[in-house]
């Protein structure tokens, strides 16, 4: 979930995909439709927070999504971004690059800061179209 703002009130979206794209530096990229405006702030403040969200917390999911109200999300201020209060993940970050996607922009963010609660709870999933859960464990 990403999460700015928008003239100082909260503004964020849940996006399908998060991709790790570098390592050094750290680089994230999420991509958005042209026309979003959460994608708008994001770009006019150069900064956002990426949420990841626990398994349970499929309601916060789709506030974001449209199917909820985000105004009953729990929000606190970390180094001066805005965050979810309790994602299994935080991950403050800083625009680094925008390119065309075609009818989506491709945001690029540099993390500045990453934390996790020591009892993070495994992350909530989505796949083929509904919330999953991962395995409790993975083979190789």
Do not use: W
């Amino acid at each position: 979930m990403i999460l700015t703002e928008e003239h100082g009130r909260p503004a964020g979206m849940t996006v399908n995909s998060l991709t790790s794209v570098s390592l050094d530096p750290i680089l994230l990229l999420f991509c958005a439709r042209n026309e979003s405006r959460v994608a708008q702030s994001v770009l006019s403040t150069g900064r956002f927070s990426v949420n990841i969200l626990a398994r349970d917390q499929t309601d916060i999911s789709n506030a974001f999504a449209g199917c909820g109200d985000p105004d009953l999300v729990p929000l606190i201020r970390e180094r001066g971004f805005l965050r979810l209060a309790a994602p299994t993940a935080a991950f403050l970050c800083e625009v680094a690059q925008v390119y065309p996607g075609g009818d989506h922009q491709i945001i690029l963010g540099r993390p500045l800061h990453m934390s996790a609660p020591s009892d993070g709870d495994r992350p909530l999933v989505f796949y083929q179209g509904k919330y999953t859960a991962l395995p409790d464990t993975a083979r190789c």
